[in-house]
């Protein structure tokens, strides 16, 4: 009777085990787990793609990439946050949509101050009247916390 | 000759003021995708999309990266864009139209405006009229554009592997929602 009992843990305890193991593996990685494939300034990464966007898409799109730069704004919204990095006053900025886990902790990231992030390039947006973006998304500040 | 000056000057600041109050936008527009089948549900997130609306004609445009989208599933990620959108090839997808009945829409008065929004849909470089239902909410915040999108993939040449055909439903359901600020 023992015996059965023992079995049936074992072989639950394998199923769980098997059952988060491909859970686990299965979702998106956090960036922090991730290797970085570019190291760039926000004032280089956009000239490149204001000069050729289509040349920058092949460089830089889908690459996980860590940015250096002023923080022009912080937006908060419910469950979202996006740090700008660029020259202040210009109209072109790198926009870095945060990670859901570091919504919490850019709101301690100060205007004007020098950060790096890490995220991962989705592309360049330019739109007429508001200016073009650099985009990167699930990012995480590298450096510059408070 | 001073008093005409000032006039002529207050003249153009209050149109470019005006203007300036017409249009509305955002850098941070949510979109979720929806696929309903069978064996699984998919569903992906955007929160970077940008819209601008013009309150005064109700011309309605927005645009996303299609690498912006984000899955639970590592997998299904991958798939979407490498197979599904080939997002190297057409990184962006955009819609640029219209509110039907913008006249409709009190933009001075809160409250909850049901529109229709008509206009052209770019995904994976097909372009296609389409009409959908939508809202209009204005509050003390501002101006908030909902609308629903229910997309056929075949329409816009989203082929779909024989294997995973069950998988993936034919229709999404495309939500977007964003909260507009004054452009200025």
Known sequence: MKRIVLILLVIIILAVGWYAYRAYTGKVKSLTEVKTDVKINAKELIAA?????????????????????????VEKEEGSATVSLGESGAMSSVRCSMDTTYVQEAANI??????????????????????SDVILNRCIVVTGKK | MRNKLFLAISFILMTVFAQAQD?????????????????????????????VLDTKNGTLQFSAL??????????????????????????????????VNNAAVNYQKPGTYPIQVKGA????????????????????????????????????????????????????????????????
């Open chain 1, 110 to 131: 100060q205007e004007g101050n020098s950060i790096t992030v890490k995220g991962a390039c989705t592309g360049f947006m330019s739109e007429e009247l508001l200016g």
């Open chain 1, 49 to 73: 793609f204001e000069k050729d966007s289509a040349a920058a898409n092949k460089q830089y799109l889908g690459k996980v990439m860590e940015v250096t730069g002023n923080v022009k704004s």
């Open chain 2, 121 to 184: 849909l770019t995904i994976r470089g097909v372009t296609k009229e389409v009409q959908t239902p939508g809202t209009i909410k204005v509050d003390g915040d501002g101006v908030k554009a909902a609308a629903t999108f229910n997309v056929q993939v075949a329409d816009y040449n989203i082929k779909i592997p024989s294997l995973v055909k069950d998988k993936v439903a034919k229709t999404v359901k495309i939500t977007v929602d964003t909260k507009l600020d004054p452009l200025n």
């Open chain 2, 66 to 99: 299609i690498k912006g989208f984000e899955f639970e599933n590592e997998e299904m990620q991958q798939h979407f864009n490498e197979d599904y959108m080939e997002s190297d090839k057409f990184p962006k997808s955009e819609f640029k139209g219209q509110v």
């Open chain 2, 23 to 51: 249009k509305f936008f955002t850098k941070s527009g949510k979109i979720n995708f929806y696929s309903v089948a069978p064996l699984e549900d998919i569903e992906a997130k955007h929160k970077s999309a940008v819209a």
